[in-house]
């Protein structure tokens, strides 16, 4: 397929629509590889308590492999590992809690590995708690790792993949309501007869296809096409991301999912 490197504004009527109208590389790098090819993150750190992603640049819908050693839990309540944004400031268990993009409670101890899953853009840090009791403190943390393209860096997508462009992108996206926006997709292999994306708002934090249906402003069938650019109408403000699904079927499981966008009436007239 043609590999196209810029994308542009495009302005589709005199009604304001707008475009954002992207390419669709393919392929992919992190920030930092052994011989095999495989991101490293650093070194094991020192001291009895850990918690460690395998690399420090991941990518939306990546797997993030999370390795963690816990000398020091409280048996009377679960450990477990957050990920939060990288400048949420206390250590406690309660405000970390709140803060975070996911978690996962950990049961192999005292050491085993669980895994996350890039779901928004920005920088963050995994934090290793000994206990879910809101007073309890941090027993250690990750590196700062980000999520999305790294400085300056074309992203470049790997199929399954929704994405509004085929470049970097700001961390925070403010598009105005009225605009026409493409989301653009492909598949690595011809979907089934009901797959379908649909514009969700982020306040559906499942991933279960039954529930995007029942959350989505819109939502536009696949038609057995592998890949496309397929264009919504932004008719309401709030958050939102494009998903992906598979089937109608409410139990099936998010394809992937685009950039996380806001939709906002003070927008700049440039966004």
């Known amino acids: 397929m043609r ?116 779901r928004k853009n920005g920088e963050f840090i995994l934090r290793l708690f000994g206990a879910r009791k809101d007073d309890t403190v941090m027993a250690a943390q990750s590196k700062v790792l980000r999520i999305g393209p790294a400085q300056s860096e074309q992203r470049q997508h790997t199929p399954p993949y929704v994405t509004l462009s085929g470049v970097e992108l700001p961390e925070q996206i403010v598009l105005r309501p009225g605009m026409v926006i493409a989301a653009y997709w492909m598949l690595a292999e011809p979907p089934g007869p009901d797959a379908w994306i649909g514009l969700v708002p982020t306040s559906c934090a499942s991933t279960a296809a039954g529930d995007n249906l029942a959350a989505a402003m819109t939502r536009r069938p696949l038609n057995g096409k592998t890949m496309g650019p397929t264009r919504f109408s932004l008719e309401q403000t709030g958050e939102f991301v494009f998903r992906l699904f598979p089937s109608e079927d409410a139990s099936v499981e998010l394809l992937c999912q685009s950039e996380v966008f806001t939709v906002r009436r003070d927008a700049p007239e440039d966004s």
């Not at 690399?55 to 993030?64: A, C, G, P, R």
């Not at 839990?73 to 400031?89: G, H, K, N, Q």
């Not at 050491?111 to 890039?118: E, K, L, M």
Request: hydrophobic share 45%.
């Open 3 to 118: 590999d196209i490197r810029q994308f542009t504004w495009q302005w589709l009527g005199p009604a304001g629509a707008l475009l954002l109208a992207a390419g669709c590389p393919v392929g992919g790098q992190g920030e930092q590889a052994d011989g095999g090819g495989k991101a490293v993150a650093a070194s094991r750190p020192a001291g009895d308590d850990w918690v460690m992603p395998d690399k420090l640049q991941y990518y939306l819908n990546d797997v993030i492999e999370v390795d963690y050693q816990l000398e020091h839990d409280v048996p009377s309540s679960p450990a477990w590992i957050a990920l939060v944004p990288a400048d949420t400031d206390s250590l406690l268990a309660g405000d970390n809690f709140a803060a975070q993009v996911e978690f996962t409670h950990i049961h192999q101890l005292p050491a085993g590995a669980v895994r996350f899953h890039a």
